[in-house]
């Protein structure tokens, strides 16, 4: 398969304190440098539009969310910048179907618990909200997009 296709999908947390513009630049370049056709600046704009998530449901956010397409060829970039930052969060799930992963399966995390999603091998956005209501006591702040 070709490393420009979209083949997989990332739902990442970061701490709030974490979203610098230093942090939000280095995210959009891992893309722009990855055939996105968009420039850093715009790619690293994924923040503006992420999901807001705080332990009392209300504003400051303590975590950020991005729901999000990556290629395979950004998995070391991506790795090398989750590295830097604390305590950030992940799952990898297929985008699409692949000869070895159906679309919605199961890939990676860096969650304490392997599976977000107790009920099988496709992991959702919603379940893993749901897991980090559980484990974490976060919930998504009610004027943020889900």
Not at 11 to 23: K, P
Not at 73 to 93: E, I, K, S
């Amino acid at each position: 398969m070709s490393e420009t296709l979209w083949k997989y999908r990332i739902y990442l947390f970061v701490r709030a304190v974490d979203a610098t513009a230093q942090n939000k630049a280095a995210f959009g370049a891992i893309f722009a440098d990855n055939g996105s056709l968009e420039t850093p600046e715009n790619e690293a704009r994924v923040f503006d539009n992420c999901v807001r998530l705080s332990v009392s449901g209300e504003a400051p956010a303590q975590a950020f969310g991005v729901n999000t397409a990556i290629k395979a060829g950004m998995q070391q970039p991506l790795r090398d910048f989750l590295d830097t930052l604390t305590n950030a969060r992940y799952v990898v799930v297929a985008n699409t179907e692949l000869p070895q992963y159906r679309d919605g399966e199961f890939i990676l995390t860096n969650f304490p618990d392997p599976d977000p999603d107790p009920t099988g091998n496709v992991v959702s956005w919603e379940a893993t909200l749901q897991f980090l209501n559980r484990e974490f006591g976060l919930q998504v702040i009610k004027d943020s997009d889900e």
